[in-house]
């Protein structure tokens, strides 16, 4: 997989050199590449922001630079696609349907990233992600890449951050662990909460048995294994129904019509 990382902080992304992530790159299973809006300006100040149109706090990403630096990742990844829709005919009989990158656009305005977002991702060859500062991108932008790009306005929860790099980093980790062979035991990922039928994990020990006056469930140390994955069902069931009900709801609707 190849991601490019846009953003006038690309030392932001310097964490994704490090543990897992940092290592698949050192493998070849994933090469990442950031990009500097700024180095697509003219002036001497190197200008990516501007006051919005039609007034309003704040400054705007100017559209420029940033569909400068989308272009220098087309043509680095194969120029024929900054065509629009280019290739299509010919790689069909090859690749299947030719598949333009992924441009996600990361705001709180965006469809929200989830588990089945990171998995489909995970899929893909090629992703962009465009991390805007100051009140957002300008939506031509968005606009105009539709026709080299498949664009994903995307949000990691409801709430606000300055900017988007931090919600690229939790997007291109979350993705990035699903590669095959990122992660050593690639088990762990069928378990953990949110993947499979969506509900939370449960609560995990290790030694001493005894620790602090708080002790390991006796069940986990009797070796009987099928009455440590019912105790786990159970618990994950219990720790969804208090701390999710909104995952727990779906849940139930869904084993609902399972059994019908
Ligand atoms: Cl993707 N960007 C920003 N700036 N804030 C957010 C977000 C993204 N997701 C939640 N809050």
């Known amino acids: 997989m190849r991601i490019d990382l846009l953003s006038i902080f690309p030392e932001f992304f310097d964490v994704l050199d490090l543990s897992l992530i940092g290592r698949a790159q050192q493998d ?27 007034g309003g706090a704040g400054m705007v990403m100017k559209p420029e630079p940033i569909a400068q630096a989308l272009e220098s990742v ?45 998995e489909e991702l995970a899929q893909r060859d090629h992703l962009v992600f465009a991390a805007g500062r100051f009140e957002g991108i300008d939506q031509r932008v968005s606009d105009w ?5 498949e664009v994903r306005p995307m949000s990691i929860g409801d709430y606000v951050l300055n900017g988007g790099e931090a919600a690229v980093v ?52 009797s070796g009987d294994h099928a009455k440590i994955a019912a105790w786990r069902r159970e618990q994950q069931e ?16 869904a084993q609902e019509r399972e059994s019908r």
Do not use: C
């Open 238 to 253: 219990l720790r969804t129904r208090k701390g999710r009900p909104d995952i727990w709801a779906r849940h139930v609707v």
């Open 145 to 149: 890449a539709q026709d080299h790009f």
């Open 74 to 118: 087309l043509q680095a990844s194969g120029g024929d696609a900054v065509e629009p829709h280019a290739g299509e005919s010919d790689s069909a009989a090859d690749s299947g349907p030719s598949q333009r990158p992924v441009l996600i656009i990361p705001t709180p305005s965006g469809e929200l990233f989830t588990q089945r977002a990171a």
């Open 28 to 54: 070849g299973l994933l090469e990442v590449n950031r990009i500097q809006p700024r180095d697509f300006t003219t002036d001497k100040h190197r200008t990516v922001d501007s006051p919005p149109a039609g």
């Open 170 to 221: 939790v997007m291109a980790e979350a993705i990035t662990r699903l590669i095959p062979g990122v992660i050593g035991n690639p088990e762990s990922l069928d378990e953990e909460s949110h993947a499979g039928d969506g509900l939370l994990e449960y609560p995990v020990y290790t030694k001493p048995a005894q620790w602090r006056g708080h002790e390991t469930p006796q069940i986990l140390l």
